[in-house]
């Protein structure tokens, strides 16, 4: 496992250190000073899709990387796949809390999947929060789109809901962009 040696460098450094290295693959383990410079690294990678974790050593702490696998996800035998999420939370049952979980649960889910996962994720109406900086599923939308899932979010929503400015992930979209990307789907549904 190759090995970082990022002790008494100033932050941001040993993040970039870590990007950079997440982009050759392979493991690796990142030594770096305290005050917090670890937990940066892990959400770093973490949004990466790389899993990691801390090991407190004598006066320093050692991160190690496992990159992410990386599944091609732009045409598969079934052909494209485009997915249309129309609202913040899954479900029309009236329990809130339940629509939330499953949301969440979703999102995760893709994450873990190796076949089945959209190419292309559609937010708008109030779908375009789960776009947002606090999106309880950014987590995962992030790690979708660094595994080569397109995000398409309705900039007309965006504008209307007020939240342009918190938009966090996907690109900003426009009904022509998003007709297209529904017209041209092989398999098509909505949540």
Known sequence: MKEIDARGRPCPQPVLLAKEALKTGGSFSILVDGSGQAENIERAVKRAGAKSSIKNQDGFERVEVVPPVVVSRIESSSGKLVVSVPHETFGSGGDRELEEVLCRMYFHTLTEMDEGVPNTLVFYDSGVFLTSQKSPVLDDLE??????????????????????????????????????ELGSAERHYSI
């Open 143 to 180: 790690i979708l789109e660094g595994n080569g899932v397109s995000i398409l979010v309705c900039g007309t929503c965006l504008k209307h809901y007020g939240i342009v400015e918190k938009h966090a992930v996907g690109t900003i979209s426009n009904m022509h962009e998003i007709a297209v």
